[in-house]
């Protein structure tokens, strides 16, 4: 049953996230509060593993979501959701390719589309930025301001910021390179779980 429900999960996901992988997270963190497979915060923990390794961050999701809660089996199947709707509209696209090419419908639904794909990738966005950067638990809990923010990641997102966007000797340097000293100081400074 488990592999049923992750197999429509992903497929629901994958139908409806238009706009690459940082769409699927508003659906992501729908599936973690709806099924209880996962937490806010190991989702954050995913999205960070997901854009360090290779390959689309909406399939790596899927398949370290499917990984962690039916294993290697259910990593396969929550994967094959996610990317069989592409797979069924490339194919119908595909056999009406001629006349989709100059619908004026058509074109206007992508038109339509750009939209609404910004605005679910904005708010996957500002839900990480949120996660990441405030303790919203904690400041209900406790009512102090400065329980509110979760003071290293936000001192490192200013250092990142500072050296990507001001410091000259910095300034120039592929991401890859502010990926790799973030995951040393988190590794040092022990960052896991924040």
């Known amino acids: 049953m488990i592999y049923l429900q992750l197999f429509f999960e992903f497929f629901k996901t994958g139908l409806f996230a238009v706009g690459g992988g940082m769409a699927t997270l508003p659906f992501l963190y729908d599936m973690a509060d709806k099924t209880g497979w996962f937490t806010s915060g190991q989702l954050a ?9 290779p390959g689309p961050i909406g399939v790596n999701m899927a398949t370290y979501v499917g990984f962690t809660t039916a294993g290697v089996w259910g990593a ?13 509209i490339i194919i119908i696209i595909s056999y009406f390719l ?7 419908y058509v074109d206007a639904a992508f038109y339509g589309l750009r939209p609404a794909s910004t605005g679910l990738i904005a708010a996957a966005g500002m839900t990480v930025v949120t996660i990441t950067l405030f303790q919203m638990d904690l400041f209900k809990s406790s009512g102090k301001i400065l329980d ?8 490192l997102a200013v250092i990142i910021y500072v050296l990507s966007n001001n410091v000259k000797q ?11 000293g973030s995951a040393i100081v988190g590794i040092i400074f022990g ?4």
């Open 45 to 53: 923990d995913m999205i960070a593993v997901s854009e360090s390794t």
């Open 98 to 104: 001629k006349s989709f090419r100059e619908n004026k």
């Open 191 to 194: 960052f896991a779980g924040v």
């Open 170 to 180: 910095t300034k120039k340097l592929h991401p890859v390179f502010f990926i790799a």
């Open 148 to 155: 509110l923010f979760n003071w290293k990641s936000l001192i």
């Open 76 to 88: 396969i199947i929550a994967t094959l959701g996610l990317v069989t709707p592409s797979i069924i």
